[in-house]
């Protein structure tokens, strides 16, 4: 079945661990996202990558890093994770065309993180 | 700086018509989107407007004034599974969106 695949679905961290979202889509989409949504708060960018072997930095992305190796996979990494960083991430991804959202983004089921 | 406005809740009768409105503004403006998101799951596409007016789709319509920095979603014949929070989100001259809350719409029998 065609879409993005997030691992895991959740996951309770203790503060100060390392931990990386995985992230994979097959529809050759050029450009992926990760967002995080809280309660009460729209949906934050937090990195993106426009096409493969680029990245950019979102609204926020203290804490977190990313890599974009190849066309499919975009894993978030979160180097030393803190209890603010507890929330729910949606990796999205989108057909770009001349550096642009021209479609529409499909979301992964998110991935729930509770950091303690 | 940007910002998107949206009503926290909103309540509504299976079978009835219900306007959830989105105000915006962003630095520039390429386009307008609404998502549906239920409760646990992932935000799903429902339309995007870039035109000012009204673009229909099946019982869900959109519209939007881009003079206004105005946008509403109607959804008729409202059906108990259309309980989900609606997010608006507006793209800037970026290409970045800028989303909203999200509108938590509640059907009642």
């Known amino acids: 079945i065609a879409g993005i695949t997030q691992a895991p679905t959740s996951q309770i961290l203790a503060a100060g661990r390392r931990m990386t979202l995985r992230c994979t889509q097959d529809?050759?989409?050029?450009?992926m996202y990760w967002y995080r949504q809280d309660l009460g708060l729209g949906l934050r960018l937090i990195h993106y990558?426009?096409?493969?072997?680029?990245?950019g930095k979102g609204e926020v992305p203290d804490g977190y890093s990313v890599s974009r190796a190849n066309t499919d996979d975009f894993p978030l990494t979160l180097a030393s994770a803190v209890p603010s960083q507890t929330s729910v991430y949606f990796c999205?991804?989108?057909?770009?065309?001349?550096?642009?959202?021209?479609?529409?983004?499909?979301f992964g089921e998110g991935s729930r993180l509770t950091v303690l | 700086g940007q910002n998107i406005d949206q009503p926290t809740e909103m309540t509504a009768t299976e079978g009835a018509i219900v306007q959830i409105n989105c105000t915006y503004q962003?630095?520039?403006?390429?386009?307008l989107f609404w998502y549906q998101q239920h409760a646990g799951e992932a935000p799903t596409f429902l339309s995007y407007?870039?035109l000012d007016g009204l673009e229909e789709k099946g019982r869900f319509s959109s519209f939007l004034s881009r003079s206004k920095g105005y946008s509403y979603l109607l959804l008729k014949e409202l059906q108990m599974k259309d309980s989900a929070s609606y997010l608006c989100?507006?793209?800037?001259?970026?290409?970045?969106?800028?989303w909203g809350a999200g509108t938590k719409l509640i059907i009642k029998p």
């Open positions: 989100a507006a793209m800037d001259s970026n290409y970045q969106l800028i």
């Open positions: 962003t630095s520039g403006f390429n386009g």
């Open positions: 407007n870039v």
């Open positions: 529809m050759r989409h050029n450009a």
């Open positions: 990558s426009n096409t493969a072997g680029t990245t």
């Open positions: 999205a991804s989108s057909d770009n065309s001349e550096g642009g959202l021209t479609g529409e983004l499909f």
